[in-house]
């Protein structure tokens, strides 16, 4: 009793499904689909905060654990680089075992690792701190490439993207929070011991947080709906298993010109928002001593008008599917944003960096569920876990030499020169955005199939 009728279209797609039984063809929604939304959405927020946790306050934990500001950038890069080498058996056991299972894996490696940080408390054990770390990147390997394939197997083609962004949103509101929270519970306090009982509230509460939601997931998140949400998702289940090989699925992916300059300039895109992220607090404390919580306000800023921006676009998508266009014209946008923060920052006005950071937060991270949505159009009918993943792995590489290259830059030449570089890979991923074709593979089934 559990469902909702899709509006419009054939009542069968035997046809078009080369002979599969009605039954596998009934396309209905399930009410289900918005709890294993809401529960994704809440565990992904819950490890993208324990990303940034030590980086809005990059300062603090700097004197806290006696390590260089370098060090404490290798907590936020140890995600991506983590990320790199299991994408590829992370996404082979999202085709091979479903969304339970990396469902499970994501949610009880990001409890895991929010305990291990709580063996952390003491100065001298920074090394512990970082096997926390390292586990809650292993939980993001994960989290990173479900949200269009969650989207895609519990959505019907008229919320497809809106689900897809509300799905990314978890995972920014969990920075926003990561830029917000520590900040406010971590006073800049002289006293190690008075400084560890802070750090103690917050990484208790986290695994508090992370561990009633791995318990969530082990109750309420289900496989797949009793039935496809959309025709295009039943012409996939109705696939033959023996078809399927992810290896393939890979090659076709990397044969794919239209997709491989997606990956790039997706690459390059969010390369740039993470490299911002990790520095943000470098950048504003080298140019307001003393805001460690308008600096963590500002990463709130960027990324509150960034999942205004990743909604809109979402709905936009569904009423228009207009994906190359509005692809390119965010990515303009987020060019012209970095380019404004970067000659505002140093004016000596804080609030203007709140309204420029803001402008820039409403395009880049908004540009976010665009790729992933992009990606599954360009490439269905094949897994958007394997396309999702790749695009990542791009954001991974990029945001690692983004981040070193930002922060070496800084050092020696000022936050500038380091935004500058972020200005000039923006321009580029514009330039090769307007070569990307719209081949929108996945909207030519939905129509095919409604006529037949």
Request: charged fraction near 10%; include cysteine.
């Amino acid at each position: 009793g559990m469902v909702l009728q899709e509006p419009a279209g054939a009542p069968s797609l035997s046809a078009a499904a080369g002979g599969v039984g009605d039954a596998a063809a009934e396309v209905q929604l399930s009410r289900l689909r918005w709890a294993v939304l809401l529960l994704f959405s809440s565990y992904s927020l819950c490890n993208a905060f324990q990303w940034i946790q030590y980086g809005s306050i990059n300062n603090v934990f700097v004197r806290f654990y006696d390590v260089s500001p370098f060090a404490i950038d290798w907590l936020s890069m140890s995600y991506m680089l983590i990320y790199i080498p299991l994408l590829f058996p992370v996404a082979w056991l999202l085709d091979k075992r479903g969304l339970r299972l990396i469902a499970l894996a994501g949610s009880a490696l990001n409890a895991m690792g929010a305990w291990v940080k709580l063996g952390s408390l003491k100065p001298h054990l920074f090394p512990v701190t970082v096997l926390g770390q390292v586990i809650c990147g292993l939980a993001q390997v994960f989290i990173l490439g479900m949200p269009s394939r969650i989207a895609s197997v519990w959505f019907g083609s008229q919320e497809v993207s809106t689900a897809c962004s509300i799905a990314v949103f978890g995972n920014q509101l969990g920075i926003a929070a990561g830029f917000l929270v520590p900040p406010l519970l971590i006073p800049n306090v002289e006293d190690v011991e008075k400084l560890a009982y802070h750090i103690s509230i917050m990484f208790f509460m986290t695994a508090g947080v992370a561990s009633a939601l791995f318990i969530l997931v082990i109750i309420v998140f289900k496989e797949k709906p009793p039935h496809p949400p959309s025709r295009a998702q039943a012409l996939i289940q109705s696939r033959p298993t023996v078809e399927y090989s992810y290896t393939q699925s890979i090659l076709r992916l990397l044969r794919n010109a239209n997709f491989l300059l997606l990956m790039l300039t997706y690459g390059l895109n969010v390369g740039c928002f993470y490299a911002l992220s990790t520095l943000l607090n470098r950048m504003v404390i080298h140019h307001y001593p003393g805001e460690e919580v308008n600096a963590g306000r500002i990463g709130l800023t960027i990324i509150l008008s960034g999942m205004v921006g990743a909604l809109i676009s979402g709905i936009w998508l569904d009423k228009t599917k207009t994906y190359k266009q509005t692809t390119l014209v965010v990515y303009i946008m987020s060019l012209v944003g970095m380019i404004v923060y970067t000659f505002t920052l140093n004016l000596g006005h804080i609030w203007v960096v709140f309204v420029t950071a803001g402008l820039l937060g409403f395009f880049m991270t908004g540009y976010l569920p665009l790729g992933f949505e992009f990606a599954a159009e360009l490439t269905y009918p094949e897994s958007e876990g394997t396309s999702s993943g790749l695009l990542n792995v791009s954001a991974q590489i990029f945001g690692i030499a983004f981040t070193i290259s930002q922060g070496q830059i800084m050092d020696r030449f000022g936050t500038k020169a380091g935004n500058l570089l972020l200005c000039s890979v923006l321009f580029l991923g514009t330039v090769m955005t307007a070569f990307i074709k719209a081949d929108l593979r996945r909207q030519k089934a939905n129509l095919e199939n409604e006529q037949t």
